[in-house]
């Protein structure tokens, strides 16, 4: 369950990149998340919104939201209004429009840093786009779903920092005195 400053930080996240990116259905806005969240935790330690997100076929998805998309709940209610129409491939797309206005108080500089990059770096992008985009090898979807063949498994975000990162803070974890004294 989500915290209600994380619970803000989502539905205005959500408002952010609705509002500043084209063809922003479920998939891609799940994608935009995933981005936001994993590349925050990579520079901090914390994600943004506090979703967990789950290695499914199409990608990373946040499981607590899924089924928001489709009749909202306590997190999307009133913040947003999800429409469906047939593509021109036959699939069916939800178009998803903010019901409220951006409020950018509950980010930091950082966190708004993140936002606005990557609604300008995926602002003409579609779905299968982003898909495509998460899906790349030395990723977190792709180290669970392909490598470790865990589908439908939780993407634990310490994935999202680099191997050498990792080996080097368990290096200065070992590699400290204190540490050493207490714990040899």
Same mark, same amino acid.
């Given at each position: 369950?989500?915290?209600?400053?994380?619970?803000?930080?989502?539905? $205005?996240? !959500?408002?952010?990149?609705?509002?500043?990116?084209?063809?922003?259905?479920?998939?891609?806005?799940? #994608? =935009? &998340?995933?981005?936001?969240?994993?590349?925050?935790?990579?520079?901090?330690?914390?994600?943004?919104?506090?979703?967990?997100?789950?290695?499914?076929?199409?990608?990373?998805?946040?499981?607590?939201?899924?089924?928001?998309?489709?009749?909202?709940?306590?997190?999307?209610?009133?913040?947003?209004?999800?429409?469906?129409?047939?593509?021109?491939?036959?699939?069916?797309? $939800?178009? !998803?429009?903010?019901?409220?206005?951006?409020?950018?108080?509950?980010?930091?500089?950082?966190?708004? #840093? =993140? &936002?606005?990059?990557?609604?300008?770096?995926?602002?003409?992008?579609?779905?299968?786009?982003?898909?495509?985009?998460?899906?790349?090898?030395?990723?977190?979807?792709?180290?669970?779903?392909?490598?470790?063949?865990?589908?439908?498994?939780?993407?634990?975000?310490?994935?999202?920092?680099?191997?050498?990162?990792?080996?080097?803070?368990?290096?200065?974890?070992?590699?400290?005195?204190?540490?050493?004294?207490?714990?040899?």
């Amino acid at each position: 369950m989500l915290v209600h400053r994380s619970k803000e930080k989502l539905r $205005n996240a !959500i408002i952010y990149f609705v509002q500043n990116t084209k063809y922003c259905g479920k998939t891609k806005l799940f #994608k =935009l &998340l995933y981005f936001l969240d994993f590349e925050h935790f990579s520079q901090t330690g914390r994600s943004v919104t506090g979703l967990e997100y789950f290695a499914w076929p199409k990608g990373p998805v946040p499981v607590e939201i899924f089924d928001e998309v489709e009749s909202p709940g306590p997190i999307l209610e009133g913040v947003v209004e999800v429409t469906k129409r047939t593509a021109y491939n036959g699939n069916v797309i $939800n178009d !998803i429009a903010p019901l409220q206005g951006f409020s950018g108080e509950h980010f930091s500089k950082r966190e708004m #840093k =993140l &936002l606005v990059g990557l609604s300008k770096e995926y602002a003409n992008s579609y779905a299968d786009d982003m898909v495509e985009a998460t899906h790349l090898e030395n990723l977190p979807w792709h180290q669970i779903y392909e490598v470790e063949g865990q589908k439908q498994h939780l993407i634990p975000y310490e994935l999202a920092l680099k191997k050498s990162e990792y080996d080097q803070a368990l290096k200065n974890i070992i590699d400290d005195k204190e540490f050493k004294e207490n714990y040899s």
